[in-house]
């Protein structure tokens, strides 16, 4: 039996902020916190902190507070990945050994990396309202702008770490990963390569030649 686990940015980002002290039982050991894992004691609200960068503007509704809640959670797969194999690079992990001392190994990238302050939005997570022909009406998500002006396409990631292109038509897609995204034949080498390098991840166009 294989378990797979996806390390998101999010997962490295919260373990990086995590308060770590001594759990003093039996002969004691480290542990995070588990009142305030993040400084205070509404933790969704600390997760989104740390994942947008600023407080929340408004309340958290109950999907995105569930969303915060859901990510704090898989840490706890998160910090095995990360001490198992010594990395914190985001991607798709396995391990064949779920149960007794973890040997995780990362399989593939398909996580796509945040963007920098060097994105055409800075390179934070706001809320975007574009107007979506599919839909027929106006569509709002949060997310920061990749790439704008490659033609008449605009790129964006998510909060969730999907790739969302509204083009010029002005239908929106939404993509799971970064590679669904760059075996959409719809976008030519030049646009995904453009998107690649807006995300920081290197990105190589396969020749049957």
């Known amino acids: 039996m294989t378990d797979r ?29 588990c009142k305030r894992p993040y400084g205070s004691s509404y933790v969704p609200g600390d997760v989104w902190e740390i994942i947008h960068g600023e407080p929340a503007q408004h309340e958290l509704d109950d999907d995105q507070d569930e969303a915060m809640r859901v990510l704090h959670a898989e840490t706890e797969t998160a910090l095995q990945v990360i001490l198992a194999s010594g990395s914190f690079e985001p991607g798709v992990y396995e ?35 574009v107007h979506d022909t599919d839909r027929g009406c106006k569509v709002r998500f949060t997310g920061r702008k990749l790439l704008d002006g490659h033609g008449e396409m605009t790129a964006y990631l998510t909060r969730k770490l999907k790739i969302a292109i509204h083009d010029g038509d002005g239908a929106l897609t939404v993509y799971e990963t970064f590679d669904d995204f760059a075996n959409d034949t719809d976008h030519d080498d030049a646009f995904v390569a453009a998107v690649a390098a807006a995300l920081g991840r290197p990105h190589v166009v396969d020749l049957d030649i």
């Open 5 to 33: 686990f996806e390390l998101k940015p999010e997962h490295v980002e919260l373990l990086r902020h995590a308060y770590i002290r001594w759990w003093d039982c039996e002969t004691g050991a480290p542990a995070v916190d």
């Open 95 to 129: 391990t064949s050994q779920p149960y007794g001392p973890p040997s995780w190994r990362r399989v593939s990238g398909n996580a796509p990396e945040p963007a920098d302050a060097g994105q055409p939005d800075g390179g934070h997570m706001q809320p975007v309202v």
